[in-house]
């Protein structure tokens, strides 16, 4: 079966950075758009970053572009999520996601997801 398995997540202050990874098994990494979402406490979870199976195209939420950066490693079926400048506003549990479009846009387009890892920024 897939599993997304997620890491990185830690406290860090304000102003600081962090990479996550996710490694995924069991499906045709290669061939799935990969993403990140996260959930604040109390809060829906919502999209972060995408970015396609080639590793050539991404999107952001707004929130984050300029800060965060997506990338992949399709040889060792593992993306990343290099989050720079963090803020308190970023603190949440952050998923790893896979899905089947060019680029996933949305939980609909999402087919599998990660357990996720606290990030907590303080300030």
């Known amino acids: 079966q897939v599993q997304l398995v997620e890491s990185g997540g830690k406290l860090v202050q304000a102003g600081g950075s962090l990479r996550l990874s996710c490694a995924a098994s069991?499906?045709?990494?290669?061939?799935?758009?990969m993403g990140w979402f996260r959930q604040a406490p109390g809060k829906e979870r919502e999209f972060v970053a995408t970015?396609?199976?080639?590793?050539?195209?991404?999107y952001y939420t707004d929130s984050v572009k300029g800060r965060f950066t997506i990338s992949r490693d399709n040889a060792k079926n593992t993306v990343y999520l290099q989050m720079n400048s963090l803020k308190s506003e970023d603190t949440a549990v952050y998923y790893c996601?896979?899905?089947?479009?060019?680029?996933?846009?949305?939980?609909?387009?999402?087919?599998?997801w990660g357990q996720g890892t606290q990030v907590t920024v303080s300030s």
């Open positions: 996601a896979a899905g089947p479009f060019a680029l996933i846009r949305g939980p609909t387009g999402v087919r599998s």
């Open positions: 970015i396609d199976w080639a590793g050539l195209s991404t």
């Open positions: 069991g499906l045709t990494f290669s061939r799935n758009a």
